[in-house]
């Protein structure tokens, strides 16, 4: 079993920022990617950013140059610095893992975290 404590979400006004975090904890053996996804009313979830274990990053063309997805040394912490935010970005965040869990028996590890409400509004 493996664990996603997301962190960070709140209400912000436009132009504000606001910092998420992920921490994944349990029967992890290795993460290759960790991100951020969302889902808006009834839009279907989209991908914010991602980051794989050798550090390369992905975001949504929407993202790009207002927010920046890192993670801890451990790796096993990921963060979303959401900065410029904007009306269109309010959402419910979603944190992501994919990997292999388990211990002496492992297993595909795709675990979703609960969600963390992001809020813009003036």
């Known amino acids: 079993q493996v664990q996603l404590v997301e962190s960070g979400g709140g209400l912000v006004q436009p132009g504000g920022s606001l910092r998420l975090s992920c921490a994944a904890s349990g029967s992890i053996f290795t993460l290759s990617a960790m991100g951020w996804y969302r889902r808006a009313l009834v839009n279907q979830r989209e991908l914010v950013a991602t980051i794989t274990s050798g550090g390369g990053t992905n975001e949504a063309d929407s993202v790009k140059g207002r927010f920046a997805i890192s993670r801890d040394n451990a790796k096993t912490t990921v963060y979303l610095q959401m900065n410029s935010l904007k009306v269109e970005d309010p959402a419910v965040y979603y944190c992501?893992?994919?990997?292999?869990?388990?211990?002496?028996?492992?297993?595909?590890?795709?675990?979703w975290g609960q969600g963390t409400q992001v809020t813009v509004s003036s």
């Open positions: 992501n893992v994919k990997g292999r869990g388990g211990g002496s028996f492992l297993y595909p590890l795709d675990s």
